[in-house]
Protein backbone atom coordinates (compact mmCIF):
# COMPACT_ATOMS: atom_id res chain seq x y z
CA UNK A 1 0.00 0.00 0.00
CA UNK A 2 0.93 3.23 -0.71
CA UNK A 3 1.56 5.66 2.56
CA UNK A 4 1.16 9.36 2.28
CA UNK A 5 3.71 12.47 1.64
CA UNK A 6 6.20 13.60 4.10
CA UNK A 7 6.66 16.98 4.89
CA UNK A 8 10.09 18.35 5.03
CA UNK A 9 12.23 18.07 8.77
CA UNK A 10 13.98 21.05 9.22
CA UNK A 11 17.41 20.40 10.94
CA UNK A 12 18.22 22.15 14.43
CA UNK A 13 21.76 23.37 14.83
CA UNK A 14 23.16 20.99 18.20
CA UNK A 15 23.03 18.16 19.11
CA UNK A 16 19.14 16.60 19.66
CA UNK A 17 18.71 14.18 22.70
CA UNK A 18 18.56 10.63 23.45
CA UNK A 19 14.86 9.78 24.55
CA UNK A 20 13.84 8.61 27.72
CA UNK A 21 10.38 7.11 27.77
CA UNK A 22 8.28 5.00 29.52
CA UNK A 23 8.36 1.19 28.64
CA UNK A 24 5.05 -0.70 29.41
CA UNK A 25 6.64 -4.11 29.81
CA UNK A 26 9.30 -2.77 32.66
CA UNK A 27 6.76 -0.06 34.01
CA UNK A 28 9.55 2.63 34.18
CA UNK A 29 11.45 4.75 32.10
CA UNK A 30 14.16 3.72 29.75
CA UNK A 31 16.61 5.28 27.97
CA UNK A 32 16.42 3.92 24.43
CA UNK A 33 19.95 3.63 22.31
CA UNK A 34 19.23 2.62 18.75
CA UNK A 35 21.56 2.15 15.99
CA UNK A 36 22.44 4.75 13.19
CA UNK A 37 19.11 3.59 11.96
CA UNK A 38 15.72 3.31 14.54
CA UNK A 39 12.87 1.03 13.95
CA UNK A 40 9.76 1.82 14.84
CA UNK A 41 6.33 -0.19 14.53
CA UNK A 42 3.37 1.59 14.95
CA UNK A 43 0.01 -0.02 14.62
CA UNK A 44 -1.97 0.91 12.30
CA UNK A 45 -6.23 1.88 12.04
CA UNK A 46 -8.71 -0.64 11.43
CA UNK A 47 -10.25 1.45 8.39
CA UNK A 48 -14.25 0.98 9.18
CA UNK A 49 -14.75 4.74 10.28
CA UNK A 50 -13.10 8.39 9.96
CA UNK A 51 -9.67 8.95 12.23
CA UNK A 52 -10.88 10.47 15.39
CA UNK A 53 -8.52 12.82 17.66
CA UNK A 54 -7.91 9.65 19.67
CA UNK A 55 -6.63 8.07 16.81
CA UNK A 56 -4.60 11.48 16.32
CA UNK A 57 -3.43 11.76 19.42
CA UNK A 58 -1.75 8.20 19.47
CA UNK A 59 0.13 8.93 16.06
CA UNK A 60 0.88 12.15 16.75
CA UNK A 61 2.76 10.62 20.13
CA UNK A 62 4.91 7.98 17.67
CA UNK A 63 5.32 10.83 15.31
CA UNK A 64 7.15 13.04 18.32
CA UNK A 65 9.35 9.74 18.85
CA UNK A 66 10.68 9.67 15.39
CA UNK A 67 11.05 13.72 15.08
CA UNK A 68 13.53 13.30 18.18
CA UNK A 69 15.13 10.55 16.61
CA UNK A 70 15.94 12.47 13.43
CA UNK A 71 17.40 15.17 15.85
CA UNK A 72 19.74 13.11 16.59
CA UNK A 73 20.79 12.67 13.28
CA UNK A 74 19.45 8.95 12.98
CA UNK A 75 17.50 7.68 9.92
CA UNK A 76 14.30 5.97 11.17
CA UNK A 77 12.67 3.25 9.66
CA UNK A 78 9.17 3.26 10.38
CA UNK A 79 6.71 0.51 9.44
CA UNK A 80 2.67 0.77 9.86
CA UNK A 81 -0.21 -1.60 9.11
CA UNK A 82 -3.81 -1.14 8.18
CA UNK A 83 -6.06 -3.89 9.78
CA UNK A 84 -8.05 -3.77 6.28
CA UNK A 85 -9.92 -7.67 7.08
CA UNK A 86 -11.02 -7.96 10.43
CA UNK A 87 -14.28 -8.55 12.08
CA UNK A 88 -15.22 -5.04 13.10
CA UNK A 89 -14.86 -3.99 9.73
CA UNK A 90 -17.13 -6.83 8.11
CA UNK A 91 -19.53 -5.97 10.57
CA UNK A 92 -19.53 -2.35 9.57
CA UNK A 93 -19.82 -3.40 5.83
CA UNK A 94 -22.57 -5.38 6.55
CA UNK A 95 -24.89 -3.21 8.60
CA UNK A 96 -24.29 -0.42 6.24
CA UNK A 97 -24.69 -2.51 2.72
CA UNK A 98 -21.39 -1.63 1.36
CA UNK A 99 -19.09 -3.62 0.12
CA UNK A 100 -16.06 -4.28 2.50
CA UNK A 101 -13.62 -3.44 0.27
CA UNK A 102 -15.05 -0.12 -0.49
CA UNK A 103 -14.77 0.88 2.44
CA UNK A 104 -11.87 0.09 4.07
CA UNK A 105 -10.19 1.84 0.89
CA UNK A 106 -12.28 4.95 1.48
CA UNK A 107 -11.53 5.14 5.27
CA UNK A 108 -7.61 4.61 4.43
CA UNK A 109 -7.72 7.06 1.56
CA UNK A 110 -9.41 9.99 4.49
CA UNK A 111 -6.82 8.46 7.31
CA UNK A 112 -3.92 9.31 4.44
CA UNK A 113 -5.34 12.80 4.12
CA UNK A 114 -5.67 13.69 7.64
CA UNK A 115 -2.11 12.12 8.51
CA UNK A 116 -0.95 14.39 5.55
CA UNK A 117 -2.89 17.52 6.88
CA UNK A 118 -1.74 16.71 9.89
CA UNK A 119 2.40 16.41 9.21
CA UNK A 120 2.32 13.21 10.36
CA UNK A 121 5.61 11.12 9.44
CA UNK A 122 5.26 8.38 6.71
CA UNK A 123 5.89 4.86 7.40
CA UNK A 124 8.58 3.77 5.47
CA UNK A 125 6.43 0.41 4.63
CA UNK A 126 2.61 1.17 4.77
CA UNK A 127 1.00 -2.65 4.96
CA UNK A 128 -2.15 -3.65 4.56
CA UNK A 129 -3.60 -7.28 6.48
CA UNK A 130 -4.96 -8.84 3.45
CA UNK A 131 -1.60 -7.85 0.74
CA UNK A 132 0.26 -9.52 4.41
CA UNK A 133 -1.68 -13.12 4.06
CA UNK A 134 0.69 -14.36 1.99
CA UNK A 135 3.57 -13.86 4.39
CA UNK A 136 1.17 -14.53 7.63
CA UNK A 137 0.42 -18.57 6.67
CA UNK A 138 3.62 -19.88 6.76
CA UNK A 139 4.64 -18.34 10.03
CA UNK A 140 0.85 -19.57 11.59
CA UNK A 141 2.31 -23.21 10.11
CA UNK A 142 5.30 -23.18 12.01
CA UNK A 143 3.71 -22.29 15.05
CA UNK A 144 1.54 -25.11 14.77
CA UNK A 145 4.23 -27.53 13.72
CA UNK A 146 6.61 -26.68 16.55
CA UNK A 147 3.35 -27.63 18.84
CA UNK A 148 2.87 -23.57 19.97
CA UNK A 149 -0.80 -23.59 18.32
CA UNK A 150 -3.28 -26.14 17.96
CA UNK A 151 -6.52 -26.66 15.76
CA UNK A 152 -10.29 -26.36 16.73
CA UNK A 153 -12.65 -27.20 14.14
CA UNK A 154 -10.87 -25.72 11.70
CA UNK A 155 -9.42 -22.51 13.30
CA UNK A 156 -6.15 -22.69 14.66
CA UNK A 157 -4.52 -21.12 18.20
CA UNK A 158 -2.24 -20.18 19.41
CA UNK A 159 -1.14 -21.32 22.87
CA UNK A 160 -0.17 -19.07 25.28
CA UNK A 161 1.46 -21.20 27.63
CA UNK A 162 4.06 -21.78 24.67
CA UNK A 163 5.74 -18.76 25.16
CA UNK A 164 7.59 -18.19 29.22
CA UNK A 165 7.89 -14.82 28.58
CA UNK A 166 3.76 -14.18 28.25
CA UNK A 167 2.37 -11.39 30.81
CA UNK A 168 5.89 -10.04 30.17
CA UNK A 169 4.35 -6.76 28.40
CA UNK A 170 1.33 -6.11 29.80
CA UNK A 171 1.98 -7.43 33.77
CA UNK A 172 -1.39 -8.33 33.82
CA UNK A 173 -3.09 -11.00 36.31
CA UNK A 174 -5.29 -13.79 34.51
CA UNK A 175 -8.49 -12.23 35.99
CA UNK A 176 -7.21 -8.87 34.36
CA UNK A 177 -5.94 -10.82 30.70
CA UNK A 178 -9.59 -12.83 30.55
CA UNK A 179 -11.53 -9.50 30.99
CA UNK A 180 -9.64 -7.85 28.80
CA UNK A 181 -9.74 -10.32 25.75
CA UNK A 182 -13.33 -10.75 25.89
CA UNK A 183 -13.45 -7.19 25.51
CA UNK A 184 -11.36 -6.55 22.77
CA UNK A 185 -11.59 -9.49 20.29
CA UNK A 186 -10.77 -12.60 22.30
CA UNK A 187 -12.89 -15.44 22.77
CA UNK A 188 -12.34 -16.40 26.51
CA UNK A 189 -15.95 -18.30 26.48
CA UNK A 190 -15.72 -20.59 24.20
CA UNK A 191 -15.14 -24.68 24.79
CA UNK A 192 -12.58 -26.73 23.89
CA UNK A 193 -9.35 -24.38 24.01
CA UNK A 194 -6.08 -25.34 26.20
CA UNK A 195 -6.14 -21.82 27.72
CA UNK A 196 -8.90 -19.14 27.28
CA UNK A 197 -6.61 -17.03 26.86
CA UNK A 198 -5.34 -18.22 23.39
CA UNK A 199 -5.98 -16.12 20.45
CA UNK A 200 -6.74 -17.12 16.89
CA UNK A 201 -4.08 -17.38 14.33
CA UNK A 202 -5.93 -18.46 11.52
CA UNK A 203 -9.89 -18.42 11.23
CA UNK A 204 -11.29 -20.81 8.77
CA UNK A 205 -13.63 -19.58 5.86
CA UNK A 206 -16.90 -18.62 7.17
CA UNK A 207 -19.96 -18.36 5.10
CA UNK A 208 -20.52 -14.85 3.53
CA UNK A 209 -17.05 -13.92 4.82
CA UNK A 210 -13.60 -13.48 2.89
CA UNK A 211 -11.01 -15.70 2.91
CA UNK A 212 -7.68 -16.43 1.28
CA UNK A 213 -5.90 -19.67 0.18
CA UNK A 214 -4.35 -20.67 3.67
CA UNK A 215 -2.13 -23.54 2.32
CA UNK A 216 -1.93 -26.31 4.63
CA UNK A 217 -4.03 -24.36 6.89
CA UNK A 218 -7.30 -24.27 4.86
CA UNK A 219 -8.78 -21.15 3.16
CA UNK A 220 -9.83 -18.71 5.89
CA UNK A 221 -8.20 -15.27 7.15
CA UNK A 222 -5.49 -14.57 9.96
CA UNK A 223 -6.02 -13.28 13.30
CA UNK A 224 -5.53 -9.71 14.22
CA UNK A 225 -2.36 -10.34 16.49
CA UNK A 226 -0.43 -12.43 13.60
CA UNK A 227 -0.50 -9.55 11.27
CA UNK A 228 1.12 -7.11 12.90
CA UNK A 229 3.96 -9.37 14.08
CA UNK A 230 4.60 -11.25 10.44
CA UNK A 231 4.61 -7.45 8.91
CA UNK A 232 6.66 -6.00 11.89
CA UNK A 233 9.29 -9.53 11.26
CA UNK A 234 9.60 -8.90 7.59
CA UNK A 235 9.99 -5.09 7.40
CA UNK A 236 12.01 -5.17 11.22
CA UNK A 237 13.55 -8.19 12.34
CA UNK A 238 13.29 -8.79 15.92
CA UNK A 239 14.65 -6.73 18.70
CA UNK A 240 13.41 -3.04 16.65
CA UNK A 241 12.96 -0.23 19.56
CA UNK A 242 9.71 0.70 19.83
CA UNK A 243 6.13 -0.81 19.26
CA UNK A 244 3.75 1.90 19.86
CA UNK A 245 -0.06 2.26 20.29
CA UNK A 246 -2.92 3.43 22.65
CA UNK A 247 -3.06 1.77 25.65
CA UNK A 248 -5.90 -0.23 24.99
CA UNK A 249 -3.26 -2.16 22.57
CA UNK A 250 -1.06 -3.34 25.86
CA UNK A 251 -3.30 -6.48 26.42
CA UNK A 252 -4.07 -8.45 24.34
CA UNK A 253 -2.67 -7.54 21.26
CA UNK A 254 0.87 -6.32 22.02
CA UNK A 255 1.25 -9.47 24.49
CA UNK A 256 0.29 -11.86 22.25
CA UNK A 257 2.12 -10.10 18.90
CA UNK A 258 5.38 -10.80 21.58
CA UNK A 259 4.08 -14.26 22.69
CA UNK A 260 4.06 -15.03 18.70
CA UNK A 261 7.13 -13.78 17.62
CA UNK A 262 8.84 -15.31 20.68
CA UNK A 263 7.52 -18.95 19.56
CA UNK A 264 8.55 -18.40 16.05
CA UNK A 265 12.25 -16.76 16.54
CA UNK A 266 13.37 -18.22 20.05
CA UNK A 267 14.31 -15.11 20.55
CA UNK A 268 13.43 -12.31 23.10
CA UNK A 269 12.62 -9.35 23.23
CA UNK A 270 9.85 -8.59 20.11
CA UNK A 271 9.97 -4.50 21.23
CA UNK A 272 12.90 -3.21 23.40
CA UNK A 273 10.38 -1.05 24.50
CA UNK A 274 6.59 -0.99 24.17
CA UNK A 275 5.10 2.66 24.38
CA UNK A 276 1.48 3.17 25.11
CA UNK A 277 -0.32 6.51 24.63
CA UNK A 278 -3.35 7.27 26.92
CA UNK A 279 -6.98 6.96 25.72
CA UNK A 280 -8.86 10.37 24.42
CA UNK A 281 -12.32 10.59 25.43
CA UNK A 282 -15.67 12.90 24.84
CA UNK A 283 -18.19 13.41 27.50
CA UNK A 284 -16.80 10.96 29.73
CA UNK A 285 -16.47 8.23 28.33
CA UNK A 286 -13.35 6.94 25.50
CA UNK A 287 -13.58 8.18 22.28
CA UNK A 288 -14.27 4.87 19.81
CA UNK A 289 -15.90 3.70 16.94
CA UNK A 290 -17.81 1.20 18.29
CA UNK A 291 -19.55 3.33 20.76
CA UNK A 292 -19.25 6.55 18.46
CA UNK A 293 -18.87 9.25 20.08
CA UNK A 294 -16.15 10.72 17.84
CA UNK A 295 -14.90 14.03 17.18
CA UNK A 296 -13.59 13.24 13.39
CA UNK A 297 -9.63 15.14 12.56
CA UNK A 298 -11.38 15.63 8.44
CA UNK A 299 -14.80 17.16 9.92
CA UNK A 300 -12.97 19.99 11.90
CA UNK A 301 -10.94 20.55 8.81
CA UNK A 302 -14.09 20.71 6.33
CA UNK A 303 -15.33 23.42 9.18
CA UNK A 304 -11.84 25.13 8.59
CA UNK A 305 -9.58 24.71 11.34
CA UNK A 306 -6.55 24.73 10.78
CA UNK A 307 -4.53 21.21 11.16
CA UNK A 308 -1.63 23.30 12.92
CA UNK A 309 -4.27 23.72 15.83
CA UNK A 310 -5.66 20.04 15.83
CA UNK A 311 -1.66 19.30 16.09
CA UNK A 312 -1.35 21.86 19.04
CA UNK A 313 -4.43 20.96 20.61
CA UNK A 314 -2.91 17.29 21.01
CA UNK A 315 0.32 18.49 22.53
CA UNK A 316 -1.21 20.29 25.05
CA UNK A 317 -1.41 16.78 26.60
CA UNK A 318 0.96 14.41 28.10
CA UNK A 319 0.88 11.11 25.32
CA UNK A 320 0.79 8.86 28.74
CA UNK A 321 -2.51 10.70 29.88
CA UNK A 322 -5.99 9.83 29.09
CA UNK A 323 -7.91 13.06 28.72
CA UNK A 324 -10.79 14.88 27.39
CA UNK A 325 -11.83 16.78 23.80
CA UNK A 326 -13.19 19.47 24.44
CA UNK A 327 -14.02 22.83 22.60
CA UNK A 328 -12.21 24.51 24.90
CA UNK A 329 -9.10 22.26 24.18
CA UNK A 330 -9.21 23.50 20.83
CA UNK A 331 -10.13 27.18 21.22
CA UNK A 332 -6.83 27.36 23.23
CA UNK A 333 -4.94 25.62 20.86
CA UNK A 334 -6.05 28.19 17.96
CA UNK A 335 -4.99 31.05 20.46
CA UNK A 336 -1.98 29.39 20.91
CA UNK A 337 -1.04 29.17 17.36
CA UNK A 338 -1.84 32.65 16.71
CA UNK A 339 0.19 34.34 19.32
CA UNK A 340 3.19 31.93 18.57
CA UNK A 341 2.57 33.20 13.96
CA UNK A 342 2.43 36.53 15.36
CA UNK A 343 6.02 36.44 17.46
CA UNK A 344 7.81 34.66 14.67
CA UNK A 345 6.36 37.15 12.16
CA UNK A 346 8.72 39.99 13.45
CA UNK A 347 11.89 40.40 12.00
CA UNK A 348 13.81 39.60 14.58
CA UNK A 349 13.35 38.74 17.86
CA UNK A 350 15.14 37.32 21.27
CA UNK A 351 17.81 34.69 21.22
CA UNK A 352 16.44 31.38 20.81
CA UNK A 353 19.11 29.29 21.04
CA UNK A 354 17.94 28.20 25.15
CA UNK A 355 14.44 27.65 23.31
CA UNK A 356 15.76 24.86 21.16
CA UNK A 357 17.39 23.06 23.95
CA UNK A 358 14.78 23.47 26.16
CA UNK A 359 11.96 22.21 23.41
CA UNK A 360 14.50 18.93 23.42
CA UNK A 361 14.93 18.37 26.73
CA UNK A 362 11.14 18.40 26.89
CA UNK A 363 10.80 15.91 24.64
CA UNK A 364 13.24 13.90 25.13
CA UNK A 365 11.73 13.41 29.06
CA UNK A 366 9.20 11.06 28.05
CA UNK A 367 7.46 13.75 25.42
CA UNK A 368 6.98 16.38 27.93
CA UNK A 369 4.94 18.37 25.23
CA UNK A 370 2.87 20.40 27.87
CA UNK A 371 7.02 21.43 29.12
CA UNK A 372 7.71 21.81 25.48
CA UNK A 373 4.63 24.44 24.69
CA UNK A 374 5.04 26.20 27.61
CA UNK A 375 8.93 27.00 26.67
CA UNK A 376 7.59 28.44 23.43
CA UNK A 377 5.40 30.27 25.06
CA UNK A 378 7.32 31.67 27.17
CA UNK A 379 10.07 33.05 24.55
CA UNK A 380 6.59 34.23 22.77
CA UNK A 381 5.43 36.52 25.59
CA UNK A 382 8.78 37.90 26.35
CA UNK A 383 9.17 38.32 22.43
CA UNK A 384 5.77 39.92 22.35
CA UNK A 385 6.85 42.19 25.44
CA UNK A 386 10.11 43.46 24.51
CA UNK A 387 11.31 42.40 20.86
CA UNK A 388 14.89 41.70 20.37
CA UNK A 389 17.27 42.04 17.97
CA UNK A 390 18.80 38.79 16.72
CA UNK A 391 17.73 38.35 13.43
CA UNK A 392 17.97 34.74 13.40
CA UNK A 393 15.22 34.11 16.16
CA UNK A 394 12.06 34.25 14.55
CA UNK A 395 13.09 31.63 11.68
CA UNK A 396 14.83 29.65 14.60
CA UNK A 397 12.09 29.19 16.72
CA UNK A 398 9.97 28.38 13.63
CA UNK A 399 12.28 25.64 12.78
CA UNK A 400 12.44 24.10 16.12
CA UNK A 401 8.01 23.99 16.22
CA UNK A 402 8.12 22.54 12.54
CA UNK A 403 11.11 19.97 13.19
CA UNK A 404 10.52 18.77 16.73
CA UNK A 405 6.46 19.66 16.95
CA UNK A 406 5.10 18.87 13.55
CA UNK A 407 3.51 22.11 13.50
CA UNK A 408 4.46 24.85 10.73
CA UNK A 409 3.85 28.78 11.58
N1 LIG B 1 -5.80 -1.95 13.74
C1 LIG B 1 -5.64 -2.05 15.14
C2 LIG B 1 -4.19 -2.03 15.55
S1 LIG B 1 -3.24 -3.24 14.72
C3 LIG B 1 -6.39 -0.95 15.87
O1 LIG B 1 -6.37 -0.95 17.08
N2 LIG B 1 -7.03 -0.06 15.11
S2 LIG B 1 -7.91 1.14 15.69
O2 LIG B 1 -8.37 1.87 14.52
O3 LIG B 1 -8.89 0.66 16.57
O4 LIG B 1 -6.96 2.06 16.50
C4 LIG B 1 -5.83 2.67 15.91
C5 LIG B 1 -4.94 3.25 17.00
O5 LIG B 1 -5.63 4.30 17.69
C6 LIG B 1 -4.55 2.23 18.08
O6 LIG B 1 -3.21 2.48 18.48
C7 LIG B 1 -5.48 2.54 19.23
O7 LIG B 1 -4.93 2.20 20.48
C8 LIG B 1 -5.61 4.06 19.10
N3 LIG B 1 -6.86 4.58 19.67
C9 LIG B 1 -8.12 4.14 19.44
N4 LIG B 1 -9.01 4.85 20.18
C10 LIG B 1 -8.29 5.76 20.89
C11 LIG B 1 -8.62 6.79 21.84
N5 LIG B 1 -9.87 7.04 22.19
N6 LIG B 1 -7.62 7.53 22.35
C12 LIG B 1 -6.32 7.30 21.99
N7 LIG B 1 -5.95 6.35 21.11
C13 LIG B 1 -6.91 5.59 20.58
ZN1 LIG C 1 -1.27 -3.98 15.61
Known amino acids: MHAWPASEVPALPGKGRDLRIHDTATGGRITLDPGPVARIYVCGITPYDATHMGHAATYNAFDLVQRVWLDTKRQVHYVQNVTDVDDP ?65 GDVYFSVESDPHFGEVSGLDADAMRLLSAERGGDPERPGKKNPLDPMLWMAAREGEPSWDGATLGPGRPGWHIECVAIALDHLGMGFDVQGGGSD ?53 RDDVDPAAIRLALLSHHYRSDWEWTAQVLADAVERLARWRAAVSRPDGLPADALVEEVREALADD ?43
Do not use: C
Open 89 to 153: LLERAVRDGEDWTELAERETALFREDMTALRMLPPRHYIGAVEAIPGIVPLVERLRDAGAAYELD
Open 367 to 409: LDTPAALAAVDRWAAAQTADGGTDEGAPGLVSRTVDALLGVAL
Open 249 to 301: LAFPHHEMGASHAHALTGEHPFARAYVHAGMVGLNGEKMSKSKGNLVFVSALR
